[in-house]
């Protein structure tokens, strides 16, 4: 079991999000840490969901269903950190 913790970068603003899915291409856990871009998303609204999909320089992929609550406002480029704790 490993320990992570996730941040905003750019314009996420999420007041709530749930999310399970699936990590795919990553061959070493030191590879899941690191900035993950956006590849898409669900529409923007208080309450929604969708899917999300997220991948990181190295390759890694993150396939999540989420379910959020709250705004999300983007200016500029979202993402997200992942730090392994």
């Not at 990553?26 to 840490?33: E, P, R, S």
């Not at 890694?60 to 993402?79: F, Q, T």
């Amino acid at each position: 079991m490993y320990g992570f913790t996730i941040g905003g970068l750019g314009g996420f603003r999420i007041a709530t999000l749930h999310a399970t899915g699936e990590v795919y291409d990553l061959h070493d856990v030191a590879d899941f840490g690191g900035i993950y871009g956006q590849a898409s998303a669900y529409a923007l609204g208080k309450e929604s969901a969708g899917s999300l999909r997220l991948e990181n320089p190295k390759g890694v992929h993150l396939h999540l269903k989420a379910e959020r609550e709250g705004i999300i406002l983007s200016i500029g480029a979202d993402g997200v950190i992942i730090k392994m704790d």
